[in-house]
């Protein structure tokens, strides 16, 4: 019987981490867009971002092709 205060009190403690990590997540906007990166990954962006690696390498390859 005791292991039930025991468990009782266990879920209580995870239910109360559970509803802080969602309001914490709700105040942060990790819920703002949805979308959004599920539709980035299928494009492919011309202009990388400035002080990327990869813009040295799509460098590189573009001298090798011509």
């Known amino acids: 019987m005791s292991i039930l205060f025991l468990l009782i009190s266990l879920s209580l403690i995870l239910l109360g981490l559970a509803v802080w990590a969602f309001?914490?997540?709700v105040r942060n906007d990790q819920f703002e867009d949805l979308e959004g990166p599920a539709y980035r990954i299928l494009f492919d962006d011309d202009d990388p971002p400035?002080?990327?690696k990869q813009s040295g390498q799509s460098n590189r390859h573009e001298k090798?092709?011509?």
Do not use: N
Request: charged letters at 10%; proline letters at 11%; zero cysteines.
């Open 64 to 66: 090798d092709t011509l």
């Open 50 to 52: 400035p002080g990327s």
């Open 23 to 25: 309001f914490w997540a």
